[in-house]
């Protein structure tokens, strides 16, 4: 089953504002937004090496695979 990475990342954020200090916490926080954005370029990107098949119909093609 593909669930992506958004469901374990927001229980860890939520884990790290209760056990963190706020500086530590929000920096934990901005550091796995920038993660989860650059993992949904980079992802097609490898996906496409080798392949013949335009960027955006692969990326097209990952997201209907992620909402599936």
């Given at each position: 089953?593909?669930?992506?990475?958004?469901?374990?990342?927001?229980?860890?954020?939520?884990y790290?504002?209760?056990?963190?200090?706020?500086?530590?916490a929000l920096?934990?926080?901005?550091?796995m937004?920038?993660?989860?954005?650059?993992?949904?370029i980079?992802?097609?990107w490898?996906?496409?090496?080798?392949?013949?098949?335009?960027?955006?119909?692969?990326?097209?093609?990952l997201l209907?695979?992620?909402i599936?």
């Amino acid at each position: 089953m593909q669930i992506g990475m958004l469901p374990i990342t927001l229980c860890v954020v939520i884990y790290s504002w209760a056990t963190m200090s706020f500086t530590k916490a929000l920096i934990f926080t901005i550091w796995m937004l920038i993660v989860g954005f650059s993992d949904n370029i980079i992802k097609p990107w490898i996906l496409s090496k080798g392949a013949s098949v335009p960027m955006l119909v692969l990326f097209i093609g990952l997201l209907g695979g992620f909402i599936y």
